[in-house]
Nanobody, 114 residues
Framework: QVQLVESGGGLVQAGGSLRLSCAASGSIFRFAVMGWYRQAPGKQRELVARISWGGNTDYADSVKGRFTISRDNAKNTVYLQMVSLKPEDTAVYFC????????WGQGTQVTVSS
């Protein structure tokens, strides 16, 4: 059973930056298209960035140009670099495959103050 552990969230002012990490156990990780999701209070969980095993990336329009997803297959870790953060980026951030294959981790809270 693959476990996902997200970290790196926090409280930042608008315009600030954060780098999130997602550590996964299990070798299946390196064969998966991984994604970062977020869920704001009262809203559905949404996919904001995805990355293939080979490094091809795609982003939601709301984060394009501000967020960068990357992965280290040797470390079974996915990263999300976030810059120019906005209050509307406030949410709990999760990682998973784009098919939501694995059980969800606890997520990491990102709060952006105006």
């Amino acid at each position: 059973q693959v476990q996902l552990v997200e970290s790196g969230g926090g409280l930042v002012q608008a315009g600030g930056s954060l780098r999130l990490s997602c550590a996964a156990s299990g070798s299946i990780f390196r064969f998966a298209v991984m994604g970062w999701y977020r869920q704001a209070p009262g809203k559905q969980r949404e996919l904001v960035a995805r990355i293939s095993w080979g490094g091809n990336t795609d982003y939601a329009d709301s984060v394009k140009g501000r967020f960068t997803i990357s992965r280290d297959n040797a470390k079974n870790t996915v990263y999300l670099q976030m810059v120019s953060l906005k209050p509307e980026d406030t949410a709990v951030y999760f990682c998973n495959t784009v098919s939501r294959t694995f059980s969800w981790g606890q997520g990491t809270q990102v709060t952006v103050s105006s």
